[in-house]
Structures are given as structure tokens and as C-alpha cells.
């Protein structure tokens, strides 16, 4: 990085703290000054509400490594999940104060990035915009057309666009944003540690199979995440029973809480498969679950993105998934790193399934995957930000020593 680049200083406004984005700050704070403001102060309680059916903090380190404020949430009834959930008026003074090279905004839904966008067009900072929405989430034809009239004054806020993938940039183009100011800043997890921690002796993995209940003959298929509508967990359960019928036996282990794991029990019960249900597992505990595995499934209608598949793959885990996922173009390289069936198509998902079992740890598939992870990487993501700083803060950029 040059002295200039190295000397930036650069604001982030996020919801909250977030397992995903506390590498990426940490990196970036690396290349340049940063700070990062949190317009919430998550609770177990909330992360209950938002879909994990249980209470937890989660086990790993969310705030070190990087400067960061939490700032005072006014809002009425303070949460993550609607536009007025954050109402955090002080980030207005930081920004007109800060002396900022440029500042990001990890969306638009809350009121608070609001806030910060409108100071940041009032002081002239540079403002960037990183998500992860992309156009095959489903919604009406109503609702997508109004959208595009709100949306394509929303992109005129910004001055540059960090997109995560590839449906993401498709999202941000259809709505308005020009080319040339969008930065690729792919979507990622800390490959290192989860690849780290996934490392386990054969003797390890028998043992940790067989406390989810995985005889020796079956073969784990893993789902990780909300037992939640939109990523209809029961088509595996479906999808089993369609795989039993051929003589393949597969043991679906599910691995995460919410409102439908009842109902998938007796789901499970009525069509005669044998599933596993985990419960909640904390961060650190992951990896060693993902390697275990023989496939990684992620049935969704609706994901924005699917981190999960990101973990399972750094782990040496195949995945197979729903075209509605939104990292199905960037993750899944057809019968090498995974495979992927359309949402809904139980027969699809079943012989998505057949082909996979096949390729499981096998040298080339593991390769695909090593280059997989390193291609959605955090060096790969901050590499973007600070190209796309670099660009935006073009005659602006102030040195500080």
C-alpha cells in the first residue's frame, strides 16, 4: 500500500457487531485509519428474536483489532430489524467533525445509515455503499417496479458501490448504479481460522459422527442455520426419503434452533428418516461439525448470500444448494466445489446429492476448493475497499500523520 493509502481515514457505520465483518475490519484497519460505529448494541435476547429460537453472545472476538464506538440508539423500540430500529442522531456531528476520507454504509434499510448518508452528501465525504441484496429474492411485480423508482434515487447517493458477488453487482446495475464506480469486495470468512479449527484425526471425526447419531454405513448430509420458512430445512428431510428409496443411506443432521424444528421432527418421524437435530451451535464449535460432514446442503427459496457455504468449503466441505442462494454463481463451480439444483425440485436436490457423494474428498475437488476460498477471501475483500476509497476520495484525499 502506498504512504497516501496507508494514511486514509475512513468511517464505517454498521448495524451491529457481526461475525462476519469483524475480520474485515480488523484487515482494514491494518491499511488505513479507521473507525467503526455501531448503531446498536445487540443483546441475546435480540439474537433470539431475529430467528435462532435461542439466547446467546456469540464465542468469539467481535470488537478488538480495530477502533470502534457504539453509539446511542434513541430509537423507541431499539432493534435491527426495521428502518426505525436504529435512530442514532450523533453520527451526523462525528461525520461533519471526523474528517473523513471517505465513509461506508453496510446498507440503506435503517434509519441511521440515513443519517450518515445525508451527512456525509451535506459535508462533502465520499460515501460508499456494501450489501449483499440481489434480485432473486422473490417479490411482486408491484413491489419490484416501485422499487426501482425509490432505488434509482437511492444510487444517486452514493459515490461508489462495493459489491460481494455477482448477483450483487446484477442488483446494484438494475437499480442504477454506473459501472465503473462499483468494486468487487467478495463476500468471505476467516478462511484460516475456520480451517484451523476444522482439523481433526479420523479417529475424531468417527467419534464426532457418531455423537450425531451417524452409523458407519450413513452418509451426513449437514444444514447449518435458522430452522426458518425461507430455507426450507424439510426439503432435505424430503429429499431423504427419496434417497432412501433408492438404497442411499443418509443421515440429515440439522445444526441451528428456531420455530419449525418441532414440526421437522414429526416430519422426519412420518416419512421414516432418521435425522439428528443439534441444537444452536456457538461459532467456534462449527468447523470440526462442517468437516465431519459429507455434504453440505442449503435448501433456501430466499438467501441473500449463504455464508454458510463460505465455512463448509474452507472446512474441505462440498456443498449443494438452491439456485435462490445468492453465492451459487461465485461458490459453486458445477460438480467440482458443489453443485446446485433449482429450489423446490426435491428430485433435483436428491441427485445433486448422488452426483456429489461420489467426488467427496477427492484431490481435485479439495484443490477447487482451497481456490475457492482464496479467491473469496478478507485480503481480497479489503483489497477492493481500498481501491474503490482510493478512487472515490480522488482530489479529496487528505494526508494524516
Not at 248 to 255: E, I, K, Q
Request: charged letters at 20%; one cysteine or more; hydrophobic letters at 40%.
Amino acid at each position: 500500500m502506498t504512504e497516501k493509502t496507508a494514511k486514509m481515514r475512513i468511517g464505517v457505520l454498521a448495524s451491529h457487531p457481526i461475525q462476519y465483518q469483524a475480520p474485515l475490519f480488523r484487515e482494514l484497519a491494518r491499511e488505513v485509519d479507521l473507525t467503526v460505529y455501531f448503531a446498536h448494541r445487540q443483546t441475546a435476547e435480540g439474537q433470539a428474536r431475529a430467528g435462532y429460537g435461542v439466547a446467546f453472545d456469540w464465542d468469539v472476538d467481535l470488537l478488538s483489532g480495530y477502533a470502534s464506538e457504539f453509539l446511542q440508539n434513541q430509537a423507541k423500540n431499539p432493534n435491527v430489524f426495521n428502518y426505525g430500529g436504529c435512530d442514532t442522531p450523533e453520527i451526523a456531528t462525528i461525520i461533519q467533525k471526523g474528517d473523513f476520507d471517505a465513509f461506508i454504509v453496510t446498507g440503506w434499510y435503517l434509519k441511521s445509515y440515513w443519517q450518515a448518508i445525508r451527512a456525509c452528501r451535506r459535508h462533502g465525504v465520499p460515501v460508499l455503499v456494501r450489501g449483499d441484496s440481489q434480485l432473486h429474492t422473490p417479490r411482486s411485480w408491484l413491489k419490484r417496479m416501485a422499487k426501482k423508482v425509490v432505488y434509482r434515487w437511492i444510487m444517486r447517493q452514493f459515490d461508489g458501490y462495493l459489491y460481494v458477488g455477482k448477483r450483487n453487482l446484477e442488483y446494484l446495475l438494475y437499480y442504477g448504479a454506473t459501472r465503473e464506480r462499483c468494486f468487487f469486495s467478495p463476500h468471505f470468512i476467516d478462511v484460516d481460522w475456520f480451517r484451523t479449527k476444522s482439523h481433526q484425526t479420523d479417529e475424531e471425526r468417527r467419534a464426532l459422527r457418531l455423537s450425531l447419531g451417524v452409523q458407519e454405513d450413513e452418509k451426513l448430509l449437514l444444514f447449518v442455520g435458522r430452522l426458518v420458512e425461507m430455507k426450507c430445512p424439510s426439503d432435505l428431510l424430503k429429499a431423504a426419503a427419496l434417497l432412501k428409496a433408492q438404497g442411499v443411506a443418509v443421515r440429515p443432521v440439522y445444526v441451528g434452533s428456531g420455530r419449525l424444528e418441532a414440526d421437522l421432527v414429526k416430519q422426519a418421524q412420518r416419512l421414516g428418516i432418521k435425522a439428528s437435530f443439534a441444537g444452536f451451535k456457538n461459532q467456534s464449535e462449527l468447523p470440526v461439525i462442517y468437516a465431519a460432514a459429507d455434504l453440505f446442503i442449503l435448501p433456501s427459496e430466499s438467501e441473500t448470500w449463504g455464508l454458510t457455504v463460505n465455512e463448509a468449503q474452507a472446512c474441505g466441505t462440498l456443498a449443494v444448494i438452491s439456485t435462490a442462494v445468492g453465492c451459487m454463481p461465485d461458490l459453486i463451480a458445477d460438480g467440482m466445489t458443489g453443485k446446485s439444483y433449482v429450489s423446490g425440485d426435491l428430485r433435483a436436490l436428491a441427485d445433486a446429492v448422488m452426483t456429489m457423494l461420489p467426488r467427496v474428498q477427492t484431490e481435485a475437488c479439495l484443490k477447487a476448493l482451497q481456490d475457492k476460498s482464496a479467491e473469496y477471501s478478507v485480503s481480497n475483500a479489503v483489497a477492493g475497499i481500498i481501491t474503490a476509497i482510493s478512487s472515490v476520495a480522488q482530489g479529496k484525499v487528505k494526508l494524516h500523520g
